[in-house]
């Protein structure tokens, strides 16, 4: 008997589709959300010296190392110009951890929340798994980006709605909201008590000098947002599954009494690694950007004539297979036979934007290795 949690609650793909990729070296790995680029030196050298640190080995603190709260605090104060403390800070195993976190503490069975259609599917489900009902705003193609349907976003809110919840840039289709757009979202949490829980797992990874901006240092904002951090992508530290929420003190006691219930204590011996990493200098962050830029650009520049929408952002973009005659799985499971690609089939990922579609990440993969991707393509679609 299934539980009615997971009736409507399907499996990734990803880990299937590496299972079948196995370890042939041949196959171009663009199925998960992984990068070869080393994390800092500091962090791994860190997370050395933590080994042989008893209090390293500790359940306690239970939400986060003193250290580590204050740095965080003091990193997501610079992003927002808005002051946080290490009270308003709360250390987990991971982003996806901090993402349920908020979502337990903010949203009662039946309550609505709102994503951008397609998203990340370990948001959607997670709301699904909260009790919570997503709403689905898409995502349009617009002069060869991706927008916001800002129209549809207004239509969607109803008495019943609790939350937006945005990752920016977006994953999968490396998405980036402009200032309009974020001023609709803000002008819309204001009107009607909505919270805002942003994942900012990406933030900072922007392409063609876009400029940066986070949605708490938008008037009014700072009391609704809740931002969910990490080290995995920027920093490159996906394996010591550290991140942080940070929000207004008041529902941050309670997401701090979640957190506690749900997994206790955030890793130990991985705590150390992320303070030196959030400490290290901006031009580590900014290096490796600028690296992705360049492998981003090298998958535009092969598909350059495919039904492809480059990405403003992140690690990923989408590739629409429904216009070369396929769904998204089988799409797939051709990359992989006819082009040795391993790539991920987005049913699931979104309602409008959903079947039509496959991932390409580009962060595991160096430039030389994509400049094969064409032909990989052509052979197989």
Sequence with gaps: MTNQRLENIPGFSIDRVAAQAGDDPEVLRLENLDTDLRPPAVAIEATRAALDEDDAN?????TGTHDLCEIVAQHVSRQTNHPY??????????????MFNALLATIDAGDEVIVTDPTYAGMIYRIRLAGGIPKLVPFVEKYGQWRLDVDELRECISLQTKAMF?????????AVLNQAEWETIAELCQQHNLWLIYNAAMERILFADRPYLHPASIDGMAERTITIGSVSKEYRMIGWRVGWVVGPQPIMNDIAKVSIYNVVTPAGISQGGAAAALQSP??????????WERRHDTVVKQLHDLPV???AGGWSLLINVKEMGHDSFTASQRLLEHGKVAATPMRDWGQVNSDQFVRFVF?????????????????SL
């Design 58 to 62: 500790s359940y306690l603190p239970f």
């Design 85 to 98: 403390t290490s009270d308003q800070t709360i250390i987990t195993c991971g982003g996806t951890e901090g």
């Design 166 to 174: 945005i990752m920016n840039p977006s994953m999968p289709s490396g």
């Design 282 to 291: 901006e031009s580590d962050v900014a290096e490796a950007v600028a690296e």
């Design 309 to 311: 929408i480059p990405a």
């Design 363 to 379: 962060s595991n993969e160096p430039v030389e290795r994509l400049s094969t991707l064409r032909d990989r393509v052509l052979q």
